[in-house]
């Protein structure tokens, strides 16, 4: 039997074919804003996106009537605990109307579906979207009864990671007590207690440390009085925060690799903001390791900018005082998918329901 992995992104479409545990085919489809722009929202690109899958894996040959199980990546449904989730009619509603938020990751589960309703025993899952959510009820609590804090982060990947480690220590995730860093476009900690992830910064809505695209925490007063300065739609500061800030803001690029190379030739400005995020992602570990009570069997630091070791180091010198600290550069989200709806097929992980 064979598995497709789907995680669409906003122009691009990442594909995968498992089989036994190993990708026997992988692509990362590419969409023009001119494809696009006949699609008034992200539900509407349903259609278009399929076909494109569907003639890549024609084209690769792939025996798409082999395909048992098609899982996409999680969208923005509404807040649930992580693990494997069965397509249903619940959640391609809400995902339709994108009911808790619109994200290109919205289609990963009704492609999906759409994909294995078209096959003879195919079934179709997500498994540990962003909206994860295992906080502690003191974590949610802010200095205004009208604002909760809320769970958006980079679960797939964290998640992945946590088990990846706890396997090469011979054992299991609910065992340990983690911290982990995914440093990517955005950055997200989580403070991993026994198999659950009891606190972690918003890694969209203005919470940690600031990312190469994103501002994370920043000073409230001031952004208040930015707010009603008359200078700024409300749409160019969102766009300040998420997509504008971070490195974007103060270096022109979003890419962390070219920053750190111009910390490296003697650029003294790039040094000090490079240091300034590793700095904050340092002190959310921190943060991260008092939430644990100071018990932390690991550090693990992952996402594509922890292939830089200049980032890395800098984070390490902060805090393996605190534990050992791991480094796993990139995320492969696609073997994450597989591997998290192996386990549920395996009955290592329990199929659970979206209502």
């Known amino acids: 039997m064979k598995i497709l992995a789907i995680n669409p992104g906003s122009t691009s479409t990442k594909i995968a074919v498992?089989?036994?545990?190993?990708?026997?085919?992988?692509?990362?489809?590419?969409?023009?804003?001119?494809?696009?722009?006949?699609?008034?929202?992200?539900?509407?690109?349903?259609?278009?996106?399929?076909?494109?899958?569907?003639?890549?894996?024609?084209?690769?040959?792939?025996?798409?009537?082999?395909?048992?199980?098609?899982?996409?990546?999680?969208?923005?449904?509404?807040?649930?605990?992580?693990?494997?989730?069965?397509?249903?009619?619940?959640?391609?509603?809400?995902?339709?109307?994108?009911?808790?938020?619109?994200?290109?990751s919205n289609l990963g589960a009704l492609i999906a579906d759409d994909?294995?309703?078209?096959?003879?025993?195919?079934?179709?899952?997500?498994?540990?979207?962003?909206?994860?959510?295992?906080?502690?009820?003191?974590?949610?609590?802010?200095?205004?009864?009208?604002?909760?804090?809320?769970?958006?982060?980079?679960?797939?990947?964290?998640?992945?990671?946590?088990?990846?480690?706890?396997?090469?220590?011979?054992?299991k995730y609910e065992e340990l007590n983690l911290i982990v860093a995914h440093m990517g476009g955005g950055i997200?900690?989580?403070?991993?207690?026994?198999?659950?992830?009891?606190?972690?910064?918003?890694?969209?809505g203005g919470d940690g440390a600031f990312s190469p695209e994103r501002t994370g925490t920043t000073p409230a007063l001031q952004l208040l009085e930015a707010c009603f300065s008359g200078e700024y739609t409300k749409a160019e500061l969102q766009k300040m925060l998420v997509g504008g800030g971070g490195l974007v803001a103060h270096l022109g690029t979003n890419e962390a690799q070219k920053a750190v190379a111009r910390a490296e030739q003697g650029d003294e400005p790039a040094r000090l903001v490079i240091n300034?995020?590793?700095?904050?992602?340092?002190?959310?570990?921190?943060?991260?390791?008092?939430?644990?009570?100071?018990?932390?069997?690991?550090?693990l630091i992952t996402g594509g900018i922890a292939y830089n070791a200049f980032v890395t180091g800098y984070i390490r010198q902060m805090v393996e005082f605190i534990a050992p600290v791991a480094v796993y550069p990139g995320e492969d989200e696609m073997s994450a998918l597989v591997a998290n709806v192996t386990q549920m097929l395996d009955g290592k992980l329990p199929l659970k329901i979206y209502a």
């Open 18 to 104: 498992f089989e036994q545990g190993d990708s026997v085919f992988q692509i990362t489809l590419r969409h023009s804003a001119e494809e696009l722009k006949p699609f008034a929202s992200v539900a509407e690109q349903l259609a278009f996106r399929k076909e494109v899958i569907l003639s890549e894996l024609q084209k690769a040959s792939v025996g798409v009537g082999e395909i048992g199980v098609v899982v996409g990546r999680g969208g923005i449904v509404k807040p649930i605990a992580s693990g494997v989730y069965e397509v249903n009619e619940a959640m391609k509603s809400d995902l339709y109307s994108a009911k808790y938020g619109e994200h290109a």
């Open 115 to 171: 994909i294995a309703r078209s096959l003879p025993a195919a079934k179709a899952y997500i498994t540990d979207p962003v909206v994860v959510d295992e906080l502690q009820d003191v974590a949610r609590v802010t200095g205004l009864p009208m604002f909760v804090r809320k769970s958006i982060f980079h679960a797939l990947n964290q998640k992945a990671i946590a088990r990846a480690y706890a396997h090469e220590q011979a054992k």
């Open 188 to 204: 997200s900690v989580g403070a991993h207690r026994e198999g659950k992830v009891v606190d972690v910064n918003n890694a969209v």
């Open 276 to 299: 300034a995020m590793s700095y904050q992602v340092g002190k959310e570990i921190g943060a991260a390791a008092a939430v644990l009570h100071g018990k932390v069997d690991a550090i």
